[in-house]
């Protein structure tokens, strides 16, 4: 591993310790380095693993094309999801123990078999797939005022932070995943609105493009992993502690509750 890699590891663990966000990482990464933003993610990666984290799947992001035209790229990210950053529906989450936190409503996926081919199809993560669930995820980045752009989001794994699971599982043939409704609220107040369409056209098209990247990787999805497959809508500002409900039609309901506590 490169002296730069490390580096920027250990500036962006130090930035989610401390809470303390620092300077966009693409003045040291360039901007189309994707390659070196990746090493970086994984430095962090596989030091959790070492210290006994447990990876339990995968989440992919900037599956909103308008978001992607922002960022200058024409794909999605991906990051690692571990054990330490799910919660399941209702629990509290201790806001303090993050930065600049946003959500967004997303559908979930559990796999129940292995996706390990080249080049995957709709029909290979419908088979793969045991159940979808209704999700939230806690997205916050350890840049300041989240000013970021591609390898800026991919070194920090993503802009990872936690994620919430419905309990409802759902089998796919039950779900037109391109045309479900989605809203997001809080305290009456609806904050976001979206449908499957927004991500890819179709959640689907998210996961086959993980698949067939991880397989690229070395490292593919296998049966019992989660896959986050990208916002149904736009993201909302979590500013004080309390419970975020998103309703995705099909799927039913989770919440998102954040306590003020440590």
Known sequence: MSDLISQIAARLRHAQQTREPIEPVRGEIAIDDIETAYAVQQANVDLRVANGERIVGRKIGLTSLAVQKQLGVGQPDFGTLFAGMAYGDSQPMPLPALIQPKIEAEIALVLEGDLTDEKHTFIDILRASAYALPAIEVVDSRIRDWDIRFVDTVADNASSAFFVLGSRPVP???LDLSACAMTL????????????????????NAAVWLADRMVQLGTPLRAGDVVMTGALGPMVVVKEAGTFTAQIEG??????????GS
Do not use: I, K, M, Q
């Not at 609220?185 to 689907?204: I, Q």
């Not at 799927?251 to 003020?260: K, P």
């Open 172 to 174: 796919l043939s039950r």
């Open 185 to 204: 609220e809080c305290g009456g107040e609806v904050l976001s609105r979206g449908a499957g369409g927004a991500c890819l056209g179709n959640p689907l």
């Open 251 to 260: 799927l039913g309901s989770v919440r998102a509750t954040f306590d003020a």
